[in-house]
């Protein structure tokens, strides 16, 4: 049981009020597992700049596009039951 996820951002990604690049992005919008997702997987990210300690969070600005159920596939099922 974690508590967020780190989320990969474009490297170049800049502190809003310094202009250092910024690094350690994390979010609790996933699983929560300490995994790490790309920033399109989520709808809020966020960290601490290193340099002048201000706090850069990303929302994003518009929902995120439904994708088509035709772009999911049926697993084959490993599971038993009992029944
Ligand atoms: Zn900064």
């Known amino acids: 049981m974690g508590m967020y996820d780190e ?22 919008d996933g699983p929560c597992e300490l995994k790490v997702l790309d ?10 700049c290193e340099a002048c300690g201000h706090w850069n969070e990303y929302v994003r600005k518009r929902p995120k596009p439904k994708v088509p159920f035709e772009d999911f596939e049926i697993r084959p099922n490993t599971r038993t039951y009992d029944l």
């Open 39 to 48: 920033y399109s997987e989520v709808d809020n990210f966020y960290t601490d």
């Open 7 to 28: 989320i990969s951002v474009p490297p170049e990604t800049k502190c809003v009020k310094c202009g250092e690049p910024i690094t350690g992005f994390q979010s609790k």
